[in-house]
């Protein structure tokens, strides 16, 4: 049997409000589609936030409806909720549009669902997080009874593992808390991919289908973004990961002396998407953003600058409690300058406006900051 597996399409979301990249999406999931149809995938697992809504577009109803319509009978298409197109207060889930092209939506009732596709075990559970996390934990421990009774089983979750976002409230799973018996995990949630072996078999999460946001540039450039195409054969396991060539987007730290030149420098098979960071001392924004403007406009679909003023100390904020009046004292050298800072802090911060312009100018009067 051969599975195409693919995840966090979000189809519907709009990045950077932009027409284009809405677009970008759909093409991206088309892509996908396209080439697991190719690849004569058997079936097609999606691990959930098909969209970025649960009241997605039109227009991302009729993409998934137009490639629910090439795929047909050619494949068989599983998928469970993600967070992103789970509804609120069990309002019906857009999947539920498509019923009549057979998609199969896997654990919406927060139970764990399974189907059974050529002697394969297939079992799901949509996003499940927060306070639900034991009853998750619970339902999933259905699942190695069932899959012993068959020689592979595929389980699909739409959920954060901590080995991948170690951080306490964003994982809902740790590994140990996974069934053992599945050939294959396609995981959701994650958008970077990542692949590791586990319990009979592979865990993977197969990421998004496009780069939506500037985090995920870097995964991006290491690690590709695509689908995974998932062979079972008496037992056995091999997956092969293949890209999709997509928008590139770029991290640019430029200079601002030699902003020019290496504007001239660019250049782009497709229109990119630009995230630079101009940096310099006493930057005059209106002339980069001329500058910018010259260069770029026909060139790229967006450019979207931060500045960074290498004039301006950059503190070291230590951890644990925050003295504010150590840190100002060490910004700016001079124990008068920061005991007025550390006044205009506490008199603005309890809406004081008025007590602080009086502070402010008893102390020009007084020619404190003469200097």
């Known amino acids: 049997m051969r599975i195409a597996h693919i995840s966090d399409t979000h189809l519907g979301y ?19 589609i396209d080439i697991a149809l190719e690849e004569r995938a058997d079936v097609l697992i999606h691990s959930g936030d098909l969209f970025d809504t649960p009241q997605p577009p039109i227009k991302a109803l009729y993409t998934l409806k137009d490639a629910l319509g090439r795929i047909g009978d050619k494949m068989k298409v599983l998928c469970v909720l993600g967070e992103h197109d789970t509804p609120k207060r069990r309002g019906m889930a857009p999947h539920r549009l ?8 896997l654990g919406a009732n927060y139970h764990l669902e399974d189907i059974v596709i050529d002697d394969v075990l297939f079992a ?35 959920q954060a593992l901590e080995t991948y976002l170690p951080f306490e409230g964003a994982f809902q799973l740790k590994d140990d808390e996974l069934p053992q018996n599945a050939i294959y995990y396609a995981m959701g949630h994650i958008h970077a991919r990542e692949m590791e072996s586990f319990g009979r ?13 500037k985090d995920e540039i870097t995964s991006w450039q290491e690690k590709g973004k695509g689908l995974n195409l998932i062979d079972i054969d008496k037992g056995e396991v091999e ?16 200079e601002v002396e030699n902003l020019e030149e290496r504007l001239k420098e660019l250049s782009f098979e497709k229109k990119p998407i630009l995230h630079l960071e101009i940096i310099g001392k006493l930057i005059d924004k209106k002339s980069v953003y001329e500058t910018l403007k010259d260069h770029l406009e026909e060139n790229v679909v967006s450019y ?4 960074t003023n290498t004039e301006v100390k950059k503190l070291q904020i230590p951890k644990g409690k925050i003295d504010f009046a150590e840190i100002l004292r060490q910004y700016y050298e001079e124990e008068d300058k920061a005991e007025f800072a550390l006044e205009l802090f506490e008199t603005l911060s309890i809406g004081e406006v008025e007590g602080a312009i009086e502070s402010a100018h008893k102390r020009l009067e007084g020619g404190d900051f003469s200097k």
């Open 124 to 158: 799901g559970i949509s996003n499940i997080r927060g306070q639900a996390s034991d009853h998750l934990k619970a339902e999933l421990k259905k699942f190695d009874p069932m899959a012993e009774k068959y020689e592979s089983a595929v389980l699909i979750l739409h």
């Open 98 to 105: 498509f019923d009549i092209f057979g998609i199969n939506v």
């Open 14 to 32: 709009r990045q950077y409000n932009l027409n284009v990249r809405e677009q970008d999406i759909y093409d991206a999931f088309n892509q996908a």
């Open 239 to 254: 997956v092969e990961q293949i890209d999709l060539d997509l928008r590139p987007q770029k991290k640019l730290t430029i």
């Open 201 to 213: 078999g592979k865990l993977a999460y197969s990421g998004s289908t496009e780069i939506m946001n």
């Open 304 to 307: 979207r600058p931060v500045f």
